[in-house]
């Protein structure tokens, strides 16, 4: 029986949630994020024990091949994010036309987009393919140097957007160190490229979320990897999804102090739509643990950085918050200490969600090329509400 009596019979029963919440838009052996329990699993390997053992390279090859990588696999595997790192000069030239407010999100979308029509290899892909799986080859190689160059380009237009010249990759570096002195032109201490790792390692991938999806969406129709991309880039820049951390920063340092951290919550539950940034998530009913290793980086960083106040800020923010929606099962998630570590690190802060880019290109392009060999286009459907048998009027009679 159609809920819309009068309107149009719905042929199927569906009861899918706003925001399609409650929808399976597939299997995935990739990563799991276990709300209830606050758990966030790549292949098995909680996440915690990723940050601590593992590097980025390592998990980006756990999130593309399914293992994590002999000794000789992953050294040929950081060689040849090695050699993918450069981006075309005509690419360098598109970005430093873009206006000089153009968002950082926005250029590394142009730039993303820009770089694929600098690869031969998505000709390949695009043309007649006998099937989807005869390109996961080839997409695959597409896909280790989207993550060496995603980093490249943000660099770039970390640099661009400071008036400063570019600066060639680093070949003696690892991806995180290189990226690092690609932005601020010096080799970085070893604390401080740690703390990035792991920072991307803690965003590598989270379950099927707005980018991810959007990325899922645009590759089933079997666009390349470079549009699918840049799509996700574009969803991610919301701030409802990635860009929470920069407004989260700007509220802080607005803040008066830890005594004006009680004002500060009241005002964002009765003024901002009843939200507080960098809190509350779609599949986390429990503390996000990617919140709580920012949590203990935010105090080291903060302490070396003389930024204790702002520390003290976040965390009597964190305490009102946590009193004053307690029983909603509402909790700090990955933006609320994220901005602070970044900051503390000297990070310009519309930067913030480009590094997230950075990291999650790598979940992005796993999860897209685990659809792949067995692609179906994503077409879901909407309920009509609307009229049904109006006849068109000319001009003169509307
Ligand atoms: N502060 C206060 N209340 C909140 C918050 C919050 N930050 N987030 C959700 N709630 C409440 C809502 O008011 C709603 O209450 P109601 O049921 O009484 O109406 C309930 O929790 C459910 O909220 P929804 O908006 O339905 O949750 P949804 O899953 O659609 O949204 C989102 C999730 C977008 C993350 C939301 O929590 C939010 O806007 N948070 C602030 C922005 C933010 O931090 N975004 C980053 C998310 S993490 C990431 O993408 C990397």
Redesign the pocket.
């Known amino acids: 029986m159609s809920e819309y009596p009068g309107r149009v019979e719905w042929p199927i029963e569906a009861k899918i949630g706003r ?1 399609l ?1 409650g929808a399976v838009a597939g299997e995935t052996a990739i990563g799991y994020v276990d709300g209830q329990n606050g758990r966030l699993i790549y292949r098995g390997y909680s996440v915690e024990d990723l940050c601590e053992h593992s590097t980025f390279e390592e998990v980006s090859y756990l999130l593309l091949y399914g293992d994590l990588p002999t000794a000789a696999q992953l050294d040929a595997f950081k060689r040849e994010l090695v050699r993918e790192r450069k981006i075309p000069g005509e690419v360098i030239d598109i970005l430093r036309k873009l206006p000089r407010s153009t968002h950082p999100m926005s250029a590394l979308q142009v730039g993303v987009a820009a770089l694929g029509g600098f690869d031969r290899e998505t000709d390949i892909v695009c043309g007649p393919l006998k099937s989807p799986a005869d390109a996961l080859p080839s997409e695959t190689r597409i896909a280790v140097r989207l993550i060496a160059k995603v980093a490249t380009v943000a660099a770039v237009v970390a640099r661009i957007r400071a008036g400063r010249r570019i600066v060639d990759p680093d070949p003696t570096l690892d991806h995180t160190a290189n990226f690092i002195k690609m932005v601020t032109g010096e080799k970085p201490e070893p604390f401080t490229a740690r703390v990035l790792d792991v920072s991307l390692i803690l965003h590598a991938d ?1 379950g099927m ?1 707005a980018s991810t999806f959007s990325a899922m969406v645009v590759h089933s129709s079997l666009a390349d990897l470079y549009g699918t991309v840049a799509a996700a880039i574009a969803s991610l820049k919301g ?4 860009g ?1 951390n920069e407004r989260v920063l700007n509220d802080l340092l607005a803040i008066d102090g830890p005594q004006d951290a009680r004002r500060y919550v009241e005002a ?2 009765s003024q901002r739509g ?9 599949v986390y009913k429990a503390y996000d643990p990617r919140a709580r290793v920012f949590h203990n980086y935010a105090r080291e960083l903060c302490r070396r950085s003389g930024k204790k106040q702002l520390l003290a800020t976040a965390e009597a923010v964190e305490q009102e918050a946590l009193k004053r ?1 307690e029983g ?1 099962n ?1 909790f700090p ?3 609320f200490y994220s901005g602070l570590v970044y900051h503390a690190m000297g990070i310009e802060t519309s930067m913030f969600t480009v590094l997230f880019a950075l990291a999650r290109v790598s979940g992005w392009v796993a999860r897209v090329l685990e659809y792949l060999p067995n692609n179906r286009i994503f077409r879901p459907r909407a309920v009509y509400t609307g009229a049904q048998s109006l006849s068109w009027k000319p001009l003169s009679e509307r």
């Open positions: 925001g919440e989270h979320n701030p409802l999804h990635g929470a964002c539950l009843g939200r507080v940034p960098g809190f509350g998530h779609r929606l909603r509402i998630n990955v933006d």
